[in-house]
């Protein structure tokens, strides 16, 4: 976009050994399995774009979009992003 990117931008990740091994650069046989396109990400935190940041599964709202959740975690992180429910009668 021709823009200088001033500072990284934040990801937040529920998995600490994800975290660990952007921030680890040496590889080990229990991550060989990797696919390398995921090594770019550590390429990308060493570069400075982007900042990886640990987010306990339970604050983790974008589950919302990723995983089909039990109905009251679904509630749960539909009021944290400040979607509200609005019942329209003779659409149920």
Known sequence: MGEKQE???????DNKSA???TKNPVQHSRTKHIDIKYHSLREATTRGEIE???CS??????????KALPRNK???LRMK???CHKHIKGEY
Request: charged share 25%; net charge negative.
């Open 7 to 13: 500072e990284p931008t934040t990801i937040y990740c």
């Open 19 to 21: 975290i660990a091994i």
């Open 52 to 54: 990886l940041k640990y």
């Open 57 to 66: 599964t339970e604050e983790q709202l974008a589950d919302i979009f990723t």
């Open 74 to 76: 679904f509630e749960e």
């Open 81 to 83: 992003i400040g979607v």
